[in-house]
């Protein structure tokens, strides 16, 4: 049987308070396989422009400061811990194809991401886009776990 360790692992994170939970459990793997993590955010370019303008700049601007309290937490926790952590925010119109697009470049040997709720929809469309991509083992968060 082959050796299964998990040195490089990615973690996208989005807006949400689930980014926490996941950024959490890469760390504790991080901690146990002496890995570093890698923490990703895709800004996807016209993600609210169809709301109506005043909603779209306090809406932009509330998703700007979760995104940065996120990257954060995630900064702070893996310097408490000793953990190596890098971070890339990337734009693109394509979250998952920035994503494998990191992962492969980085020879990611798990990802860990977040999922909202696996009762309306097993998986998001971006985390079965992830796990179909055949970019290694994905570790997927829920919002219960």
């Known amino acids: 049987m082959k050796d299964i360790t998990y040195g490089n692992i990615l973690v996208p994170i989005d807006e949400t308070k689930i980014s926490k939970?996941?950024?959490?459990?890469?760390?504790?793997?991080?901690?146990?396989?002496?890995?570093?993590?890698?923490?990703?955010?895709?800004?996807?370019?016209?993600?609210?422009?169809?709301?109506?303008?005043?909603?779209?700049?306090?809406?932009?601007d509330l998703v700007i400061k979760n995104i940065e309290a996120n990257l954060e937490y995630a900064a702070k926790q893996s310097e408490i811990h000793g953990i190596?952590?890098?971070?890339?925010?990337?734009?693109?119109?394509?979250?998952?194809?920035?994503?494998?697009?990191?992962?492969?470049?980085n020879k990611v040997d798990l990802t860990v991401m977040g999922t909202e709720s696996l009762r309306s929809d097993p998986f998001g469309s971006l985390t079965r886009w992830l796990i179909a991509a055949d970019i290694g083992p994905v570790l997927v968060i829920t919002a219960g776990d």
Do not use: C, Q, W
């Open 21 to 60: 939970k996941v950024i959490d459990n890469a760390l504790h793997i991080a901690s146990m396989e002496n890995g570093r993590i890698i923490v990703i955010y895709v800004e996807e370019p016209n993600y609210l422009k169809s709301l109506p303008d005043e909603f779209h700049e306090k809406l932009a």
């Open 84 to 105: 190596e952590f890098h971070t890339r925010v990337v734009r693109g119109r394509n979250p998952g194809r920035e994503i494998i697009n990191i992962a492969k470049e």
